[in-house]
């Protein structure tokens, strides 16, 4: 595709179920970023990918959060046993190389737990 | 925290100013960028500057880098109501240059 694609654009769902939020990155991107913006905050880093290296997880807040990426293609944040602390908006982005230049993001999934 | 800090928080201004943000930040970096995001969308990039780059121009906006500061400036000529938007910088340190991280960013109101 033209850009970064995420989905679902929203998801409402209730304390304790698991939510899977997924980003298609722009094709021959070898690196892909997730981040978390509450309101009116800024990005807090979560996870980074880049080719087949093992991945910077070092934002991740719990174990209850983690990320897979299959080689360069489609990348899934799982978010299990939700709590309405996780409620946020979750941007993706991809660039042709981590550190190498700009970050090209997604619309972004906005999370909602009751 | 190797978070850039940007200051001030939120700022009004009329068409036709000049908007000046700035950004800290804490260690050494890599370089620096600018994001724009308007409201309920995501980011997009303004501008690159490298940590060996003083100051950088892209059509209206001008970037500076004071490395012994730990600081960047963005300055937006003639403000256009279009502009109103978050901006936030974001740094990447050499020893984990993939990692690129983001100040709390600086609300721009511009009013026609």
């Known amino acids: 595709g033209a850009g970064v694609s995420q989905s679902p654009s929203n998801k409402v769902t209730e304390k304790g179920k698991d939510v899977e939020l997924r980003c298609d990155p722009i094709s021959g991107h070898t690196a892909l970023y997730w981040y978390r913006q509450r309101l009116g905050q800024g990005l807090e880093f979560l996870i980074y990918?880049?080719?087949?290296?093992?991945?910077?997880k070092s934002g991740l807040p719990s174990d209850r959060f983690s990320a897979e990426r299959t080689g360069e293609s489609v990348s899934t944040l799982t978010i299990q046993r939700t709590q309405q602390e996780d409620s946020a908006v979750y941007l993706c982005?991809?660039?042709?190389?981590?550190?190498?230049?700009?970050?090209?993001f997604g619309e972004g999934s906005r999370l909602t737990v009751l | 925290s190797q978070q850039g800090e940007e200051d001030p928080q939120a700022l009004s201004i009329q068409e036709g100013e000049n908007a000046t943000m700035n950004c800290s930040y804490k260690t050494s970096i890599n370089n620096l960028q600018w994001y724009r995001q308007n409201s309920g969308r995501g980011l997009v990039h303004l501008i690159l500057?490298?940590?060996?780059?003083r100051e950088k121009h892209s059509g209206r906006l001008r970037v500076t880098l004071d490395t012994s500061k730990k600081s960047s400036s963005l300055l937006i000529t003639a403000s256009r109501a279009a502009d109103t938007a978050s901006y936030f910088c974001?740094?990447?340190?050499?020893?984990?240059?993939?990692?690129?991280?983001f100040g709390q960013g600086t609300i721009l109101t511009v009013h026609p």
């Open positions: 982005a991809s660039s042709w190389l981590a550190g190498a230049g700009e970050l090209f």
């Open positions: 500057i490298r940590s060996n780059e």
């Open positions: 974001a740094t990447a340190h050499p020893a984990s240059y993939g990692k690129l991280t």
């Open positions: 990918f880049q080719g087949n290296s093992a991945p910077d």
